[in-house]
């Protein structure tokens, strides 16, 4: 049986260097480790790291009550108001926020000095989003589907900053961007898509496009590893979403003769080379 692993699969650029600078920070012994929030989406690198020390605070409310410690800020970013938070309290700040997303926060801040009404195409739970939300005003609007497109409270000649998600899918990024367009509004498009998302994606559809089963690999509350599930299974009906080896049961028969894998971009290169390894004892 022939499996090809996506190139592309695990820890992208900005999880890769928030969960090292968590790791580092283990090595001190003088202050309390607290992450923002898990610092990743995947269960198998926060039970590490809570059983190393580290404490994950989940909350503002949780938040204000923190002091003499050290608290990192995860990829995803936050708001404005949480580093006030941090600062008032003397609290000592890590900041791993992905430089990507960094960098939507400084157009949103300038953007709305300009006079341009923020929109953020995602998802409007998503921690990503809520942070970007962080650095625009009250105005600021989160939309994800064409319906929600049609009834935004938008006015005629209103000027518009349209942003997205690091994580969202570009195709449905355009349709959306597209779709606002024909309402004639002053609008300056900005596709903050990071483009290790749109080459994992990308990857991935053509990997499934050409095998019998494949296999996407992240937690099941990662983003990013939800939207490739999505491409994949349109692309290959023998998909399945994992998160480690042993959640792998498949029920196509012996008919596979070939496998693929990808993986989210907070799935650790031990789980991806396990699957791998085994995949055959599994089909």
């Known amino acids: ?100 997303v960094r960098k939507i926060h400084r157009i949103a801040q300038e953007q709305n000095q300009e006079g341009r009404r923020l929109v953020i195409i995602g998802n409007e739970t998503h921690p990503e989003v809520e942070g970007i939300k962080g650095w625009g005003n009250d105005n600021t609007l989160v939309v994800e589907t064409p319906e929600q497109v049609e009834s935004l409270p938008l006015s005629e000649g209103e000027k518009l900053c349209i942003v997205s998600q690091t994580t969202f899918n570009y195709n449905k990024f355009q349709d959306l961007v597209e779709k606002i367009s024909e309402t004639r509004y002053d609008i300056l498009v900005l596709n903050t898509i990071c483009n290790a998302t749109q080459e994992r994606q990308v990857e991935a559809k053509r990997i499934a496009s050409e095998v019998d089963a494949m296999i996407v690999i992240g937690g099941k509350s990662s983003s990013n590893t939800q939207k490739l599930y999505d491409i994949c299974r349109r692309e290959c009906k023998n998909t399945y979403y994992i998160q480690t080896l042993g959640d792998l049961d498949p029920d196509c028969g012996n008919s596979v003769r070939s496998v693929g894998i990808t993986a989210g971009a907070s799935t650790p290169n031990y789980i991806i080379e396990e699957v791998h390894t085994n995949v055959r004892v599994k089909f």
């Open 1 to 100: 049986m022939e499996v090809i692993v996506a190139k592309t699969a695990g820890f992208c650029f900005g999880v890769k260097r928030a969960v090292e600078q968590v790791y580092e920070q283990l090595k001190r012994d003088d202050k309390p480790i607290y992450t923002y929030g898990p610092i990743i989406h995947n269960e198998e690198v926060v039970r590490d790291l809570e059983e190393k020390g580290v404490k994950v605070i989940h909350s503002e409310e949780e938040l204000e009550k923190v002091r003499d410690a050290v608290v990192v800020i995860r990829s995803h970013g936050v708001g404005k108001r949480i580093y006030e938070i941090l600062e008032r309290n003397g609290v000592e700040i890590v900041d791993a926020t992905c430089p990507y």
